[in-house]
């Protein structure tokens, strides 16, 4: 082993160690490497008015829930019985939209409302939070526009709304259909034959997309009850399918699991065979079985749109993309330069508009690794091309003895301007992309005692 080789594999073992004491085995979507502040209106009107001729995504977030599922890592509080919470927040996102000229600005390619729990909304507060949005941001035609909701807190009046704000795609978080599964994760359980009432109460609001949200690697869930709720929504007349990865966050968990590489192998094993029981009922599936999030397709119901009309959470570098993120705890980013992060939390009160947000930017270095290290997580293949395609440099310049380690390992595989991890090192992949991660950002993880693994 030539020295070069020997500092690169002493510096993958430290990241290994690394990566299990952060629990870091995905990739952000971003490294910052600066950070400013501005008021919450003028930073989405930057992210807006981004005249690229890139696609835009909107995500608008509401910060309450009706319960704490103990899986979730995006709650942020409970509404209260009288409905003084939600009366605030639908307040506080319509004095900020006021705040953002309706004019100008580029078209949105696609959009989600999400939270917490958006349907703990009344129908009369749903619909003037979808007019405020409509009254600012004008939608590209095609735009994949999408409503979440929770099966308890779901109504006829509440699809209608919904639909009437522009809204035609619905995403119910069932999770399982297995009592013993749901009671577990702390959540109301929903049997089967009630969520195929409330698909039905959106197609006839003239919903035309409908999605059912199901988890792998929850408390008490086995390969049987994982099959079993597949089998039960792929039956349910909704169009797609989205099967997600609990992600562990508290290192009892992991050991409970009998460690990470276990646990994501033992959760691919159980997406591999619903993957396989939806094939054979005829549906398509995207996505890989060892990744967080796998989407099952009925091709003869879906709706078919170009790639560019598709909400996106992530900037991917072949579409320059970027988010405005709406909300508490809302995160937003033009392209790979800049990311808004609202740290504001529902229980210090509703009001957004003035409210300082982080704007963080990124060095071009930064910036490359986040597309090398997201798109190889994502396609297990990058196209170095198309990441330089918008950058004065190479990616060699910047990850050349990376590079040249990784490939002399076999652990990437060259050909052309691609790059592509070989199937031999695909689960142990999430240990040698850190090699890829800027130094000072790992360091200020490191030192972030509250990221560990607990």
């Given at each position: 082993?030539?020295?070069?080789?020997?500092?690169?594999?002493?510096?993958?073992?430290?990241?290994?160690?690394?990566?299990?004491?952060?629990?870091?085995?995905?990739?952000?979507?971003?490294?910052?490497?600066?950070?400013?502040?501005?008021?919450?209106?003028?930073?989405?009107?930057?992210?807006?008015?981004?005249?690229?001729?890139?696609?835009?995504?909107?995500?608008?977030?509401?910060p309450l829930c009706v319960e704490h599922c103990n899986f979730c890592m995006y709650f942020y509080g409970l509404a209260d019985r009288a409905g003084s919470k939600a009366e605030a927040c639908v307040a506080g996102i319509e004095a900020l939209l006021r705040k953002i000229d309706s004019t100008a600005g580029r078209p949105v390619a696609g959009s989600y409302i999400g939270g917490g729990t958006p349907t703990v909304l009344t129908a009369a507060q749903i619909e003037r939070l979808l007019t405020a949005v409509n009254d600012v941001f004008v939608f590209e035609p095609g735009a994949q526009r999408t409503f979440e909701m929770s099966p308890g807190t779901m109504s006829e009046d509440k699809a209608r709304a919904i639909v009437a704000g522009g809204y035609h795609r619905v995403s119910f978080g069932v999770?399982?259909?297995?009592?013993?599964?749901?009671?577990?994760?702390?959540?109301?359980?929903?049997?089967?034959?009630?969520?195929?009432?409330?698909?039905?109460?959106?197609?006839?609001?003239?919903?035309?997309?409908?999605?059912?949200?199901?988890?792998?690697?929850?408390?008490?869930?086995?390969?049987?009850?994982?099959?079993?709720?597949?089998?039960?929504?792929?039956?349910?007349?909704?169009?797609?399918?989205?099967?997600?990865?609990?992600?562990?966050?508290?290192?009892?968990?992991?050991?409970?699991?009998?460690?990470?590489?276990?646990?994501?192998?033992?959760?691919?094993?159980?997406?591999?065979?619903?993957?396989?029981?939806?094939?054979?009922?005829?549906?398509?599936?995207?996505?890989?079985?060892?990744?967080?999030?796998?989407?099952?397709?009925?091709?003869?119901?879906?709706?078919?749109?170009?790639?560019?009309?598709?909400?996106?959470?992530?900037?991917?570098?072949?579409?320059?993309?970027?988010?405005?993120?709406?909300?508490?705890?809302?995160?937003?980013?033009?392209?790979?330069?800049?990311?808004?992060?609202?740290?504001?939390?529902?229980?210090?009160?509703?009001?957004?508009?003035?409210?300082?947000?982080?704007?963080?930017?990124?060095?071009?270095?930064?910036?490359?690794?986040?597309?090398?290290?997201?798109?190889?997580?994502?396609?297990?293949?990058?196209?170095?091309?198309?990441?330089?395609?918008?950058?004065?440099?190479?990616?060699?310049?910047?990850?050349?003895?990376?590079?040249?380690?990784?490939?002399?390992?076999?652990?990437?595989?060259?050909?052309?301007?691609?790059?592509?991890?070989?199937?031999?090192?695909?689960?142990?992949?999430?240990?040698?992309?850190?090699?890829?991660?800027?130094?000072?950002?790992?360091?200020?993880?490191?030192?972030?005692?509250?990221?560990?693994?607990?």
């Amino acid at each position: 082993m030539s020295a070069h080789d020997h500092v690169m594999a002493h510096r993958l073992g430290d990241l290994r160690e690394l990566t299990k004491s952060l629990n870091l085995h995905t990739p952000p979507a971003y490294f910052a490497s600066a950070k400013t502040m501005l008021p919450y209106e003028e930073a989405l009107v930057l992210l807006r008015d981004d005249d690229s001729g890139r696609p835009l995504s909107l995500y608008l977030g509401i910060p309450l829930c009706v319960e704490h599922c103990n899986f979730c890592m995006y709650f942020y509080g409970l509404a209260d019985r009288a409905g003084s919470k939600a009366e605030a927040c639908v307040a506080g996102i319509e004095a900020l939209l006021r705040k953002i000229d309706s004019t100008a600005g580029r078209p949105v390619a696609g959009s989600y409302i999400g939270g917490g729990t958006p349907t703990v909304l009344t129908a009369a507060q749903i619909e003037r939070l979808l007019t405020a949005v409509n009254d600012v941001f004008v939608f590209e035609p095609g735009a994949q526009r999408t409503f979440e909701m929770s099966p308890g807190t779901m109504s006829e009046d509440k699809a209608r709304a919904i639909v009437a704000g522009g809204y035609h795609r619905v995403s119910f978080g069932v999770q399982s259909f297995v009592h013993a599964v749901v009671k577990a994760a702390g959540r109301t359980f929903t049997p089967a034959d009630e969520a195929r009432a409330l698909i039905r109460y959106c197609r006839n609001a003239g919903a035309t997309e409908i999605n059912i949200d199901l988890m792998v690697g929850l408390a008490e869930e086995t390969d049987e009850s994982v099959q079993d709720s597949v089998a039960q929504a792929l039956t349910s007349e909704c169009t797609t399918i989205s099967v997600y990865r609990y992600r562990p966050a508290r290192g009892s968990e992991v050991r409970s699991r009998g460690g990470i590489d276990r646990y994501v192998a033992t959760c691919a094993a159980r997406v591999a065979r619903l993957a396989d029981l939806a094939t054979r009922h005829g549906w398509e599936v995207e996505g890989r079985a060892d990744g967080e999030h796998v989407r099952l397709i009925d091709p003869s119901t879906s709706v078919r749109r170009s790639e560019r009309n598709y909400y996106e959470t992530r900037f991917r570098p072949q579409l320059g993309n970027s988010l405005a993120g709406i909300g508490s705890g809302a995160r937003s980013f033009q392209r790979d330069h800049r990311f808004v992060y609202c740290a504001h939390k529902s229980r210090e009160g509703f009001d957004l508009a003035g409210r300082l947000v982080e704007v963080q930017d990124c060095d071009l270095p930064s910036r490359v690794a986040a597309a090398l290290v997201n798109e190889l997580f994502r396609e297990w293949t990058v196209d170095l091309a198309a990441i330089e395609q918008d950058v004065d440099v190479t990616v060699r310049d910047l990850f050349g003895a990376e590079l040249a380690f990784l490939l002399g390992e076999g652990v990437l595989v060259e050909e052309d301007s691609w790059l592509t991890v070989a199937p031999d090192h695909r689960t142990d992949w999430m240990y040698y992309e850190k090699l890829l991660y800027p130094s000072d950002w790992l360091a200020r993880r490191s030192a972030s005692r509250h990221l560990r693994a607990r």
